[in-house]
């Protein structure tokens, strides 16, 4: 069972920045698909931005531009910097790993509030 452990989320004024991590107890190479999802309060849990094991990238249209998301294979950490946040961005962060139906894991999930 691969354990994902995700920090950085919090409190932010409009146009700031932060960096959300998910620290993956087993290498990141393994997957196919690594991802950042978000929820917001009575909506469906959407994909913010994805990554393939050679490296192709999928954003969302509402964060292209803003968002970037990167991994580190020395320490399998995956990571999402989001930059001119906005209010609309405020949800729950989750990131995922995906290799196969069998093989699909997420994290606990941490809170982004965008608001001044």
């Known amino acids: 069972q691969v354990q994902l452990v995700q920090s950085g989320g919090g409190l932010v004024q409009p146009g700031g920045s932060l960096r959300l991590s998910c620290v993956a107890s087993?290498?990141?190479?393994?997957?196919?698909?690594l991802g950042w999802y978000r929820q917001a309060p009575g909506k469906q849990r959407d994909l913010v931005a994805s990554?393939?094991?050679?490296?192709?990238?999928n954003y969302a249209d509402s964060v292209k531009g803003r968002f970037t998301v990167s991994s580190d294979d020395a320490t399998d950490t995956l990571y999402l910097h989001m930059n001119n946040l906005k209010p609309e961005d405020t949800a729950i962060y989750y990131c995922?790993?995906?290799?196969?139906?069998?093989?699909?894991?997420w994290g606990q999930g941490t809170q982004v509030t965008v608001a001044s």
């Open positions: 995922r790993l995906f290799k196969s139906a069998n093989s699909d894991y």
């Open positions: 087993e290498n990141l190479f393994q997957f196919n698909v």
């Open positions: 990554m393939t094991k050679i490296g192709l990238t």
